[in-house]
């Protein structure tokens, strides 16, 4: 059932934004009145420094929007803070060059260097009280879980991750009786439904919903190319309208120009590390520097796909195509520091130059892979509707050993919910990811059984 106090979550998460807005904004304007309103050449009247502290708000507002650093909740207190720390540096990076234009030369920096310094402790100890406070407001739900098979393990898994946030208490199998079920249901704050039959997945959402019971439901393919659909009425009914067909030919033509516009630029910034990466596969092992492999793209297209080798010379001649780990003994010591910090991908912006890739999309994958999986999985194909990515939307949300059924999911988001900001979100996010690379699902595993063991220790 909802509580009153769910009522009144997203007004604490909205208050606790605002006056994060507002103090790192009185942040700026004291730098700006105390160290810059008076050295540029022609200082400017009341609201003129007004205006500029609004634009410093601004610039706040977006790149905390855009990195999740306003998600109090809903993201992990750690990742949170990553959010928020990467949006404030890039905020006070581009305020500097901002306050250097106004002034027409760069201005002393130093000022700017302590504001972002004393923002950097500020957010810290402002995430762990306010994580701290909502957590103490909101506790973690009571949830119950209703399955079908085995697979549900790994969602339970991934959920008990999170025990800030959710507590499941109960699982029931979709064999039950379903009086059984609706009553189970009712005890709890919330279910969670996967992997059970669609007809029997509509009733008890519709039981969900009548009763007022929060639900969280595993989609299935066909549930992400429906929420892409467009509203439509025939008359007095409505109807859901799925194209089918990817983009249309304004989005590729926007996406294209901005493909070359942003690999042209990418290639000038990245040549620097490029080609100290360079230099260090070739010193390690005498070695290629470059690795082509074949890789498909938009309608099953092959191409060559370009990499800073990370593997010993012929790594795949005993093994055949296989994917990489962690700890993949064929992966250099060069490789694996290019890898962590996704600098091995940085000549594939030639192929985006060149047209086979996109900055960002699903990665592109290898056609003796996309053949297995496919007799496993028959949609997986449907992620060629678009070009491959440098990066995607299954990069930035996923860890990097997320299954290939959830990152075909995210493709799936990505392709039926395109458009250019979502696009330039996910640019954004993979700074973020390559600064804090995300713990992998094995990782957070291990994580949680040592949780658990030291809780037992305690108990004892």
């Known amino acids: 059932m909802v509580s009153k106090r769910d009522r009144y979550k997203r007004l604490i998460s909205i208050s606790s934004a605002a006056v994060l807005v507002v103090i790192l904004a009185a942040g700026f304007g004291y730098v700006w009145y105390e160290y810059y309103s008076t050295a540029i050449a022609l200082p400017y009247y009341r609201r003129g420094n007004w205006v500029l502290i609004g634009i410093y708000a601004l610039l706040v507002w977006l790149f905390f929007k855009v990195y999740g650093g306003f998600k109090l909740g809903y993201l992990k207190k750690t990742d949170m803070l990553y959010s928020q720390l990467i949006s404030i540096a890039a905020v006070d990076f581009v305020s500097y060059f901002l306050i250097s234009l106004i002034g027409r030369h760069f201005m002393n920096v130093t000022p700017m260097l302590l504001l972002t310094l004393a923002d950097l402790v500020f957010i810290t100890a402002w995430t762990l009280i306010m994580g701290r406070v909502y957590f103490m407001i909101y506790p973690p739900r009571k949830l119950i879980i209703l399955y079908g098979s085995h697979q549900a393990a790994s969602l339970v898994l991934k959920m008990s991750q999170r025990v800030d946030k959710y507590m499941i208490c109960e699982s029931v199998s979709i064999t039950e009786p379903g009086d059984k079920i609706r009553e189970l249901i009712l005890k709890y704050e919330g279910v969670i439904i996967c992997d059970i039959p669609a007809e029997l997945r509509n009733d008890y959402l519709k039981f969900c919903y009548e009763k007022s019971v929060r639900a969280y439901i595993a989609p299935k393919i066909s549930d992400i190319i429906i929420r892409g659909a467009d509203d439509i009425r025939l008359f007095d009914t409505p109807l859901l309208l799925c194209r089918n067909y990817g983009l249309d030919v304004e989005q590729r033509t926007l996406k294209r120009a901005f493909d070359i516009v942003f690999s042209l630029f990418a290639l000038i910034i990245a040549s620097p590390f490029m080609l100290i990466a360079a230099l260090a596969i070739k010193l390690h092992d005498g070695g290629p520097v470059m690795y082509k492999q074949k890789r498909l793209t938009i309608d099953g297209r092959e191409f060559d796909v370009l990499k800073f080798r990370s593997m010993v010379v012929d790594a795949e001649k005993l093994s055949g195509p296989v994917l990489a780990s962690d700890d993949d003994p064929r992966i250099t010591p060069i490789g694996r520091f290019l890898r962590k910090v996704r600098l091995d991908e940085l000549p594939q912006l030639l192929n985006i130059l060149k047209g086979d890739m996109s ?13 297995k999986y496919k007799e496993e999985m028959p949609e997986f194909e449907f992620r060629l509707k678009v070009k491959a990515g440098l990066t995607g939307y299954a990069q930035v949300t996923g860890a990097y050993d997320t299954v290939p059924y959830d990152k075909l999911k995210m493709d799936l988001m990505y392709i039926e919910n395109y458009s250019f900001r979502m696009d330039m979100q996910i640019i954004l996010m993979t700074i973020k990811t390559m600064l804090f690379p995300p713990k992998t699902n094995s990782e957070a595993s291990e ?14």
Do not use: A, F, M, Y
């Open 447 to 460: 994580g949680l059984i040592v949780q658990e063991s030291r809780r037992k220790e305690d108990n004892k």
């Open 359 to 371: 900055v960002v999309g699903p990665r592109p994958e290898r056609p003796e892979l996309t053949e």
